[in-house]
């Protein structure tokens, strides 16, 4: 058991004849944020281990391993309570039941021991079962050289009225029972053209599932193994019964209960983190097409930004700009000087995303195939012969990404030396990397290649997180370590969030679609993602204006925003659409830069304490049992409340707002009631919310890229609740290195109570960055004085009441000073 009140559970075979596949911990588990309780904690009785930490007790009953947890006196999870669990070891396919000196008799019955059914009786001897070790899909056949090595589990969520997680599903937030239809599958695919309200597997997989109560605390269970795996649920009275079948590996998992979902799931992202803190532009506006088909096309586009008055940070190359699909290779006849180029982005303060994909086309022409080649760093078919399938190049060959000495060559490949014209402000895309093999079964790579000793069967879920890590400690060694990384990854797994962001994969121009990337990306949340977002329009398909409007407006409050379309489409730059559409476009835009400070804040705070950025409604208000079901609006951070609007032409739409003060975000008016209302739609904006007891920090005007706000001042929008109180925080640094690890931050407390603003550094760094506007929300008096205090000197301010708002437009302070600001 951990100090986090997390029970860890570990079973494996006793001297197999092959040795299972357990993800090393080292690779998984944040070590440093997590220790063991003290023996003194642990109790072994007769037949029972009881570990006991403040409220959490586990008790393992021995013999009918039956693990059960409690919080307090109220027993909330049991593991095996069902009995379904399966540990189906390996064996020899036959087995010689004869003993040398008996005869081939065989009249009388043979009673076979083995519980799995694998072996049936025939001749004397015990024989596998048919298809055991030989399985046929399609005009596939998957040779099970160990033959079946399944495992499974149940665990019982008890008093339980919701459960969420095990992304990724284009499907609800709350995952449905599974009794009368298809269970929910985790199996990293390439899936074209993914369906909605289906458990069938998508691109990534994150095998944790937390429960809500009809108490106050919660629970939850990670599943931790990276083969195929699909999980069964069903409601009994009022719990929530899932049952865990994997196809290979260990048996582990990790048990948790809290008093609140908020802080398991804070828990599992920093027991599988720490998550990354990115930089700054990364929360920018990422521009993205398959593909920009030169390097003209790329400048123009550029310059398309800066005419019209766009904001965007960072624009993205596809797999077009490189040569055969030859990663880490330009094609110069389209692309003739990438350096020039990437020099021309970086005078405008913009950044540049290639994509790199794992299939290396085999050719002896190609660096990276010749020395991935002759090292034996590629994946193996069950004769030990490199794998070669056919993906964008042609045929291809995959890096064992699983292997150490692999991941340390992938990433000195992206060293200005070898990826020859990349420059500092150049950043990678990971994509078809479930991985995505065109030639394979359900196009990816067979079960029963070879990664060293393991079955790909065994790692499968867990290829793309590897090369994720590999590409992101590429770009930091790159720099000699003193920069971050930006890698968007389409595959991921558990613990992801170490390494960088991804996306829902390739969506549809629907509106549908743009419904769904709300649940799909909360569920991600929930299992310890929060960078996530959508290809803003639809990858697919051409967007009506007013769904690609709708689109922007939401992906501004989504912490990945990027725009991407299929080659085929239409081109969706913001200035080809006609006015009011270009304007509603760059309002959205402006938006989210005006937003940055608060973004960054959470991304800090994430980083520190695990807490997800974008959040479910029953997150914030666990005992809430309308916000429970709720998956088409959401919380960024604690502050702000945002809906989405998802059908074409929408006058009004409901919105629940549970017990609080509430102020609309656009116009600053109070929302003079609770709980279902309906609100009247804007075309400009989607409905969002500023919650009372919560301060926002924002930039009073967005300019053309996050570098040329970052010296700007920052204003504050403080929103009382009914105790005339609020608080909340504020972060900053260089936005790009790593010194804030050593302490080169300003972080500080803005709160409101008894009539003053009091701002207090709890680390400090020399920023010259002033204090902008400050608007005080709920204000219930008008104060006759204003008066500012710092280190030395008291000054009055200059200030107006507009309504309930307090407007202090000049405020002679800086964000890495303290100071109080009294109201009298």
Not at 63 to 88: P, V
Not at 578 to 607: D, G, K, M, V
Request: net charge neutral.
């Amino acid at each position: 058991m951990y100090t986090n009140g997390a029970l860890h559970v570990y079973i494996d075979e006793i001297s197999p004849i092959h040795k299972r596949f357990k993800t090393p911990q080292e690779d998984l588990i944040n070590e440093k944020a997590i220790n063991k309780v003290p023996n003194q904690h642990v109790k072994i009785e007769a037949d029972k281990i009881i570990w006991e930490l403040g409220k959490i007790r586990y008790v393992l009953k021995i013999s009918k391993f039956m693990i059960e947890g409690f919080y307090g006196k109220d027993l909330t999870i049991i593991a095996n309570k069902n009995s379904f669990m399966n540990f189906e070891r390996y064996r020899n396919k036959n087995v010689d039941l004869k003993p040398k000196n008996q005869s081939k008799d065989i009249s009388k019955p043979i009673k076979i021991l083995d519980a799995t059914g694998a072996y049936i009786e025939k001749n004397g001897n015990l024989e596998t079962q048919p298809n055991l070790w030989n399985e046929n899909f399609k005009q596939f056949n998957d040779k099970k050289q160990f033959g079946p090595s399944s495992i499974a589990l149940d665990f019982t969520f008890v008093n339980s009225t919701h459960i969420f997680g095990i992304p990724e599903h284009a499907d609800s937030l709350a995952l449905k029972d599974t009794v009368k239809s298809e269970p929910y599958r985790l199996y990293n695919l390439d899936v074209f053209e993914y369906e909605l309200n289906e458990r069938m597997a998508l691109y990534g997989s994150i095998p944790f599932i937390l429960s809500r109560t009809i108490k106050k605390f919660s629970s939850g269970v990670f599943w931790s193994n990276p083969s195929e795996t699909y999980i069964d649920i069903n409601s009994q009275n009022n719990d929530k019964i899932t049952h865990w079948i994997s196809e290979a590996g260990v048996l582990e998992f990790y048990l948790f209960q809290d008093e609140s979902p908020l802080k398991i799931i804070e828990s599992f992202t920093l027991l599988t983190g720490p998550p990354q803190l990115p930089p700054l532009f990364s929360l920018g506006y990422h521009q993205s097409r398959w593909n920009y088909n030169s390097e003209k096309d790329l400048l123009d586009v550029a310059d398309g930004f800066n005419k019209y008055q766009i904001p965007v940070d960072v624009f993205w190359l596809d797999i077009e700009h490189t040569p055969e699909r030859t990663y880490f290779k330009w094609d110069y006849r389209n692309f003739p000087t990438p350096t020039e180029m990437q020099k021309k982005l970086e005078s405008m303060n913009k950044k540049l995303v290639t994509i790199v994909d794992p299939h290396m086309k085999r050719s002896d022409s190609y660096f990276v195939h010749k020395e991935m080649q002759s090292k034996g760093y590629y994946v193996k078919t069950d004769k030990g012969y490199d794998f070669e399938g056919h993906c964008w190049p042609g045929s291809s060959s995959w890096p064992d990404f699983t292997r150490p000495e692999v991941r340390d060559y992938w990433s000195s490949l992206f060293d200005f030396s070898k990826y020859k014209d990349s420059t500092e402000i150049l950043f990678v895309w990971n994509d078809m990397n479930e991985p995505s093999v065109f030639s394979g079964p359900e196009i990816t790579m067979p079960k029963d290649n070879f990664h060293g000793n393991y079955e790909h069967r065994e790692v499968h879920n867990i290829y793309g997180l590897y090369m994720q890590r590999a590409t992101s400690e590429g770009l930091v060694k790159r720099r000699l370590g003193g920069y971050r990384p930006f890698v968007l990854s389409r595959a991921f797994y558990a613990g992801v969030q170490k390494y960088g962001a991804i996306w829902t994969g390739d969506n549809n121009s629907k509106w549908s679609h743009l419904e769904y990337s709300m649940p799909m990306c909360l569920s991600i949340a929930v299992a310890g993602l929060s960078f996530c977002g959508a290809d803003v329009g639809g990858f697919f398909g051409n967007p009506d204006t007013n769904l690609l409007v709708r689109w922007y407006q939401l992906g501004a409050y989504m912490p990945f925003f990027r725009g991407h379309s299929h080659i085929e489409t239409r081109r969706r730059e913001p200035w080809l659409y006609n006015e009011p559409y270009l304007s509603q476009i760059r309002q959205a835009i402006n938006e989210r830069y005006s937003l940055l400070p608060y973004w960054y804040t959470l991304f800090y705070i994430y980083h520190i304490k695990g807490t997800p950025i974008i959040r479910p409604m029953f997150v914030e208000y666990p005992n809430d049992n309308i916000a429970a079901d709720l998956d088409k609006q959401f919380h960024v951070g604690p502050g702000l409340l945002v809906a989405g609007i998802t059908m074409p032409n929408q006058q009004e739409i409901p919105i629940y707002l549970p017990e609080a003060i509430w102020y609309d975000y656009h116009t600053f008016q109070k929302i003079n009631e609770n709980g279902a209302i309906s609100y009247k739609t804007n075309e400009n904006w989607v409905p969002v919310f500023i919650k009372g007891g919560n301060v926002i920090i924002r930039y009073e005007k967005a300019k053309m890229s996050t570098s040329d706000m970052k010296s700007d001042p920052i204003s504050i929008i403080i929103v009382l609740n009914k105790e005339k109180k609020a608080k909340g925080m504020i972060y900053l640094d260089d936005t790009e290195t790593f010194k804030y690890q050593s302490g080169e931050f300003v972080y500080a407390e803005i709160e409101f109570k008894e009539n003053s603003i009091r701002y207090k550094i709890l680390n400090q760094m020399n920023a010259n960055i002033s204090v902008g506007k400050i608007t005080v929300l709920g204000l219930d008096f008008v104060p006759k004085v204003v008066a500012l205090e710092n280190s030395s000197e008291l000054f009055t301010l200059g200030y107006y009441v507009k309504e309930e708002s307090l407007i202090i437009s000049e405020v002679p302070a800086k964000i890495s000073e303290e100071w109080t600001i009294y109201l009298s």
